[in-house]
């Protein structure tokens, strides 16, 4: 999983380094005469400044990108902020100055899908995960809780308990308490479990600031546990299939 273009903003011209949504092999590139940009009301306010440079100001924005496969060619719309940075060109006799734009995304349609989720992974889980995605962007904490209900699910579908019967009542069962509950097989997993929590726990607190880079982290180790719950349970049967046919008859392990 490349995080890097996840964290930048991106310019007009040249490729992206977005993946298209919809095929997820395709990159990202705006699409011709698509860009709006314009100034806020709050920043043309402040041109009667003496200090007020076109670089201070404040931009949104509205353009399409387009996915460079040609078999697939979808379009994405994109929203947020633009901002003006000074560049200067010293290829010229005399070096040239010039105002670049660039935009930081606040919201994609369809959202981009930051990493590709395993097939095998259960409906309930993987739109936990596509939420997070969509909310990605815009409200980073948000996001980070959409991959705490995520893990919840994931818990759930490994038959780890979800209440407790106490006195003829049911209490639910605190997520760190589960993730201690999960089978010893899954013990090389606790450490990813309890990583993804932590920075859920931080996105539902109003108080702790979580930002994109930190959502990133999460989506990083959600991969990887995504992979070894899913990808290495559908692998395990397969590989005892290989080893029964290769001895042809039962094997001892
Ligand atoms: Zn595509």
Excluded at 8 to 34: A, H, I, M, Y
Excluded at 178 to 190: A, F, S
Excluded at 205 to 226: F, G, I, P, Q
Aim: net charge neutral.
């Amino acid at each position: 999983m490349d995080t890097e273009p996840y964290k930048l903003p991106f310019q007009e011209s040249g490729l992206t380094g977005f993946l298209c949504p919809r095929c997820e092999k395709g990159r990202l590139r705006v699409k011709k005469d698509t860009v709006h940009c314009e100034e806020t009301q709050k920043s043309r306010t402040q041109h009667a400044n003496p200090q007020f440079e076109p670089d201070s100001g404040e931009y949104v924005y509205c353009c399409l990108l387009e996915c460079i496969n040609e078999v697939c060619e979808e379009v994405v719309a994109s929203t947020g902020i633009g901002v003006l940075s000074l560049d200067v060109d010293f290829q010229a006799d005399s070096p040239r100055e010039s105002y670049v734009t660039s935009f930081w995304p606040q919201y994609f349609s369809p959202w981009l899908k930051v990493f590709r989720v395993p097939e095998e992974t259960p409906l309930d889980v993987a739109s936990e995960i596509d939420r997070s995605f969509a909310l990605f962007f815009a409200d980073p904490p948000s996001a980070a809780n959409h991959l705490r209900i995520a893990l919840e699910r994931i818990l759930t579908c490994l038959k780890v308990r979800r209440y407790n019967n106490s006195k003829g009542k049911r209490h639910i069962v605190r997520l760190h308490d589960r993730i201690g509950l999960l089978p010893p097989r899954y013990e090389k997993e606790k450490d990813l479990f309890l990583a993804i929590k932590w920075i859920g726990n931080a996105g539902s607190h109003s108080e702790e600031k979580l930002s994109c880079d930190d959502v990133l982290h999460a989506y990083t180790v959600m991969e990887l546990l995504l992979a070894e719950i899913f990808i290495s349970r559908h692998a395990r049967p397969r590989s005892l299939a290989k080893s029964i046919n290769k001895y042809k008859g039962p094997i001892r392990i």
